[in-house]
């Protein structure tokens, strides 16, 4: 069974500094894996995703995810956070085929504070 | 296009009560998927549909049922309501594609008292 980890309930960063969210993951075979970003009282919206190919993926709004098979992990980064960064964000993996199913971790909320 | 549209928004329902939640999309993905988003929890799917007259179930399916006769429409039916059923409730579509990305609705939130 595929399984996605996110080990920190919540981030705290200063805006202009860098962040980082994590996210490992435990998937049979070759797994897409995305980011989804929730602002308040909305749907989710997915911010990057890697499904083959170069292990650097960028995103929208600054955001990237280094794709690391041998440490099984998906880790977010920006370089500069801004105060309009704050938000829960989701990592989420599903093995290829047309049927195959999101799973998604248990979300990691970013706080970003002048 | 509207993308995934998703209604009420709100709703408070008294236990034992059913109802259905909708859930229609406009971009003729054939995939469609219910979700229940719960504090601490992430997503969890509860039904998925891969096509229009075909249904499955997900990680959580007690209490709930779905049923696909357009490709556009995928409603949620709650059978008899029950507080464990309070959540946020996510409709999402994508397209069969490789690797392609879901589109969510924007929740509906549910309380059942």
């Known amino acids: 069974a595929q399984s996605v980890a996110q080990p920190e309930d919540q981030v705290n960063v200063a805006e202009g500094n860098p962040l980082t969210v994590k996210c490992t993951y435990s998937?049979?075979?070759?797994?897409?894996l995305f980011w989804y970003v929730q602002y308040p009282n909305r749907g989710l919206q997915v911010l990057l995703k890697?499904?083959?190919?170069?292990?650097l993926v960028k995103g929208s709004y600054g955001f990237e995810a280094e794709f690391n098979k041998s440490q099984t992990s998906f880790h977010l980064k920006k370089p500069s956070a801004l105060v309009s960064d704050s938000a829960l964000y989701f990592c989420?993996?599903?093995?290829?085929?047309?049927?195959?199913?999101?799973?998604f971790g248990t979300g990691t909320r970013l706080q970003v504070t002048l | 296009n509207a993308g995934v549209t998703q209604t009420p928004k709100f709703q408070v329902l008294k236990t034992g009560q059913s109802m259905t939640l909708q859930c229609a999309q406009d971009?003729?993905?054939?995939?469609m998927s219910w979700y229940r988003q719960d504090p601490g929890m992430g997503l969890r799917l509860i039904h998925y549909?891969?096509?229009?007259?075909?249904?499955d179930q997900g990680e959580v399916p007690n209490g709930y049922n779905v049923s696909r006769s357009t490709t556009e429409d995928f409603p949620l039916r709650l059978l008899s309501a029950a507080p464990s059923q309070t959540s946020v409730y996510f409709c999402?579509?994508?397209?069969?594609?490789?690797?392609?990305?879901?589109?969510f609705g924007q929740g509906t939130r549910l309380t059942v008292v």
């Open positions: 989420a993996t599903r093995t290829p085929g047309t049927a195959s199913k999101l799973t």
């Open positions: 549909s891969v096509g229009a007259g075909i249904t």
């Open positions: 971009m003729n993905h054939e995939y």
């Open positions: 890697y499904i083959t190919g170069d292990n």
């Open positions: 998937v049979s075979g070759n797994p897409y």
């Open positions: 999402a579509s994508r397209s069969t594609g490789r690797g392609t990305e879901a589109f």
